[in-house]
């Protein structure tokens, strides 16, 4: 028993060590420069909520780094509530999840041909003229 | 009504005969299942099903959801529902069809459920929420699960508040269980409204729902609501009528952080129906992330009551008289009350994005004479019981 209390307090304390530390941008196609979100509007369309822009959300796949940072600094939930969330609002026939990405290259590449997308990642990645941040974690 | 099903089932076995040839993103099926086990420690009496043998049928089932979808505007779902208890029938859930005709507005047309709390229109879908058995002072106290009509949904988004109004209109027509009784129920027409509005890490809930033509039928009460008549007892006899008007009123506020959760509802129902007792319940959860854990404390309490009603049968004018007294007294004493106070521990834990385990205890306290939503088997019962309950939650 001691062993497991220690190894879920280890996982812990990486987890939220990772989310502190780290940060994401959310970006969108530059077609789009100068529009800027708050992150409570980022937290709504991406919750699925009405958005003025008519922006289509997108995310990582659960486990990865930039989502969980994600989930931590603009959503404010756990994967497990985001999980239970859409469970909710997909059963209930209200809302569909945003469509997930394997990796931040297939995300981008999804951008580049949807300019109306928005999606996240890690803060450090180089991003080419096509796109814009739209907001930055601290 | 029987016919929109038909014609709704007809679309979508139409539609899903077409995938094969047709662009297969425009169909969609999901499901979700779960495995209950649960044990109560007592032998006097049965909660929700479950007695002092292990058992596993009671709130496993498994639930199919089929989608598909003509355009950006226009699709019809269904969800069917294999179930293993005893008190729920499987068959079609919902079958509906939904058009969106902007991000701002939702319709839907068919067999629906009913939204008026957190939970209620998923209360299958064990995954969505943190406890086994949500706090039965509420749900379980939920007279109308489904309806059939139509509903329309307004949303907005407005300087960091969202907002979703959402008004229903309908019928209901099942076999309910009520105060241990299998009866027919009808309530049409049905409407209700149903207010969301989510503040960051807040979201505050309010709905109301009412009939003015709620009727049933229980043999029982009609035959002695008979003899009163007769006798001349016109009140008594129309004080166990079973028609009339039902309303049920919910508040609720939610708050979920990375860190501590909480959640309460407030519901209560009014009714001038005597097998619908006025009740007031409401529960409070409050719960703590420990990714991929949860653990959760919840306290719920529901209190029922009849209306007082005078017994107009005379004592001492001759004994059948006193006897109709006495007999209306009992009847009145007898009916059933789901008083009851309970308090929740659990335990969530997530092992990936679509399974979860849960444990929950129960510990179940309610009046003596009261039922507090048992199954009394032996009247010496001293109405108190703890529930032990395990899960696995899947949705795919």
Request: proline share 4%; aromatic share 14%; glycine share 6%.
């Given at each position: ?15 939220s ?11 969108t196609?530059?077609?789009h420069?100068?529009i ?9 369309l ?48 209200r809302?569909?999840?945003p469509?997930?990405f ?17 999606g996240y ?18 | ?16 005969t ?8 425009n169909?969609?099926v ?15 009496a ?21 989608e ?31 058009y969106?005709?902007?991000p ?13 709390f957190?939970y ?15 706090p ?6 939920y ?7 139509a ?14 109004f ?8 099942e ?18 409204f ?15 729902i ?7 039928v229980v043999?029982?009460?009609?035959q ?8 001349g007892?016109?009140?008594?006899a ?23 959760f ?10 001038d ?16 992330n420990?990714?991929p ?26 004994p ?9 007294d ?15 521990v ?15 205890v ?19 019962f ?15």
């Amino acid at each position: 028993m001691r062993i497991f209390a220690a190894l879920v307090m280890q996982a812990l304390l990486a987890v939220s060590a990772n989310a502190d530390t780290q940060n994401i941008v959310v970006i969108t196609h530059q077609k789009h420069a100068g529009i800027e979100l708050t992150r409570n509007e980022i937290k709504n369309l991406f919750m699925g909520g009405v958005s003025t822009q008519q922006l289509e959300p997108l995310a990582l796949k659960p486990g990865a780094d930039a989502r969980l940072i994600f989930n931590t600094k603009i959503l404010g939930l756990t994967e497990s509530r985001v999980q239970s969330y859409w469970a909710q609002m997909h059963f209930s026939g209200r809302n569909k999840p945003p469509q997930e990405f394997e990796t931040v290259e297939a995300l981008l590449a999804y951008i580049q041909k949807n300019p109306n997308a928005v999606g996240y990642l890690p803060a450090e990645i180089e991003l080419s003229d096509d796109f814009v941040v739209i907001y930055a974690t601290q | 009504m029987q016919r929109l099903k038909l014609v709704l089932a007809g679309i979508l076995f139409a539609s899903s005969t077409t995938i094969a040839a047709d662009d297969s993103n425009n169909f969609d099926v999901s499901g979700f299942a779960r495995v209950v086990a649960g044990y109560l420690d007592e032998s006097k009496a049965s909660y929700e099903g479950y007695d002092d043998s292990l058992s596993l049928s009671e709130q496993s089932l498994l639930g199919v959801q089929a989608e598909y979808s003509f355009n950006e505007q226009l699709s019809v779902a269904a969800q069917l529902l294999a179930h293993s208890g005893d008190s729920r029938d499987s068959g079609v859930e919902w079958l509906y069809l939904r058009y969106e005709p902007s991000p701002n507005w939702r319709f839907k047309l068919g067999r629906l459920r009913t939204p008026i709390f957190q939970y209620s229109d998923i209360l299958d879908v064990g995954f969505a929420y943190p406890w086994i058995t949500p706090p039965q002072q509420i749900y379980s106290a939920y007279l109308f699960s489904n309806y059939e009509g139509a509903t329309a949904t307004y949303r907005q988004y407005y300087s960091g508040f969202n907002f979703d109004f959402e008004v229903f209109l309908g019928m209901f027509d099942e076999t309910e269980n009520y105060a241990g009784l299998i009866v027919p129920v009808k309530a049409d027409p049905l409407a209700g409204f149903v207010f969301k509005s989510r503040h960051d890490a807040v979201q505050l809930h309010a709905s109301y729902i009412r009939t003015n033509d709620f009727s049933t039928v229980v043999a029982e009460f009609d035959q002695f609501a008979n003899i009163l008549r007769s006798a001349g007892f016109q009140e008594s006899a129309d004080s166990l009528a079973l028609k009339g008007r039902v309303e049920v009123m919910l508040g609720g506020l939610n708050y979920d952080s990375v860190d501590y959760f909480a959640s309460t509802e407030w519901m209560r129902i009014s009714s001038d129906v005597l097998l619908v007792p006025k009740t007031d319940s409401f529960y409070v959860t409050v719960g703590a992330n420990l990714a991929p854990f949860q653990v959760h404390f919840t306290y719920a309490s529901s209190s029922a009551e009849y209306d007082t009603i005078e017994n107009e049968v005379p004592l001492g004018i001759n004994p059948q008289l006193d006897a109709l007294h006495f007999q209306y007294d009992t009847f009145i004493d007898n009916l059933p009350l789901d008083t009851l106070d309970s308090a929740t521990v659990g335990v969530r834990y997530d092992l990936n994005s679509s399974v979860a385990l849960k444990a929950d205890v129960s510990w179940l306290d309610t009046k003596p004479d009261e039922r507090g939503f048992f199954v009394i088997n032996d009247a010496s019962f001293d109405r108190e019981a703890v529930l032990y309950q395990i899960a696995v939650e899947w949705v795919f």
